[in-house]
């Protein structure tokens, strides 16, 4: 992420900023604003393999999947996200009569890069963590064809758990395997990663 031209403002004046522009989305954080950096091809395939996976399981089930460009507001930390998924059984959230912004996700997934690893792991998570309905966070590493499930426990902590073989994300009763996950995706040795 880089800093976006104008860098302060309040959440109405971001909102009200963003929805100005027609080509560039950014994240708004405490008062930064964050202009949001361009994708590669794995990580677009991921995000399609995702889509096309979870579309068909979620259907006849109150849950929706939502991709890219779908904001959603963690009020607790002042900020908006554009998560690469983010999957919400909440009444309110699918009230298309409202704004498309979600504020009661179930399951927020991120693709993310050698760039974005620690920002989507440090600076997102904490603040995705302030979401009441956030049930599962899932990080997914498509270079090392990896993935992390961050899955929040009765007790509010959080358990993680690297998943090696198939994507499991419970709160929706969904599998998917590796295989499906990471097609048409190479996988990047550690050293050729940037």
């Known amino acids: 992420m880089a800093t976006a031209t104008k860098s302060r403002m309040t959440a109405s004046e971001f909102l009200t900023w963003e929805n100005s522009l027609s080509d560039v989305r950014h994240e708004f954080v405490e008062g930064e604003v964050f202009a949001m950096t361009g994708t590669t091809r794995q990580h677009n395939e991921v995000v399609m393999n995702l889509v096309m996976q979870l579309r068909p399981a979620l259907n006849g089930t109150p849950c929706r999947v939502f991709a890219l460009d779908i904001k959603v507001r963690v009020e ?17 959230d699918l009230d298309v009569s409202g704004p498309a912004i979600l504020t009661e996700p179930s399951v927020i997934i991120e693709v993310s890069s050698p760039s974005t690893a620690d920002y989507d792991l440090a600076g997102k998570f904490v603040r995705y963590r302030m979401l009441p309905s956030l049930k599962e966070y899932v990080i997914v590493a498509p270079l090392s064809h990896g993935a992390t499930v961050f899955r929040k426990q009765d007790n509010g902590h959080w358990e993680v758990i690297s998943e090696l073989m198939d994507l499991n994300i419970a709160t929706i009763n969904f599998s998917c395997s590796f295989t499906e996950l990471f097609a048409n995706v190479a996988y990047v040795p550690p050293e050729s990663r940037e």
């Open 76 to 92: 607790a930390a002042n900020a908006y996200f554009y998560p690469d998924l983010v999957i919400t059984c909440s009444d309110k």
